[in-house]
């Protein structure tokens, strides 16, 4: 075993190359991600996660659904627990806009 004590970064530093003349360029924050992650997490505000296994073939379907309609998985599956629901007659768990037959 080495008793040689490990390099650090600022052990580095010295031996990089410095460019001169030209400053470093600026990286712009993601803002759209950042408001993509504060939309959804109010979306998902006062709810649960819970999974749900499927195989690999009724997966990919529920996928190719929810693009063909141009909506997402969440939205079919909500309308699945909606339609479960209804058929129970618990229609006070049914979402207000729900858009059942």
């Given at each position: 075993m080495s008793s040689r004590k490990r390099p650090?970064?600022?052990?580095?530093?010295?031996?990089?190359?410095?460019?001169q003349g030209r400053a470093p360029e600026a990286v712009p924050a993601p803002q759209a991600r950042v408001a993509e992650k504060k939309v959804d997490a109010r979306?998902?505000?006062?709810?649960?996660?819970?999974t749900a296994y499927a195989d690999e073939t009724?997966?990919?379907?529920?996928?190719?659904?929810?693009?063909?309609?141009?909506?997402?998985?969440?939205?079919?599956?909500?309308?699945?627990?909606?339609?479960?629901?209804?058929?129970?007659g618990l229609d006070k768990f049914v979402r207000k806009d729900a858009k059942l037959p």
């Open positions: 650090t970064l600022d052990d580095m530093d010295d031996d990089l190359p410095v460019q979306r998902r505000a006062g709810k649960r996660p819970f009724r997966y990919r379907e529920l996928k190719k659904l929810a693009a063909a309609n141009d909506t997402t998985i969440q939205e079919l599956i909500e309308r699945g627990m909606d339609y479960v629901f209804r058929e129970h």
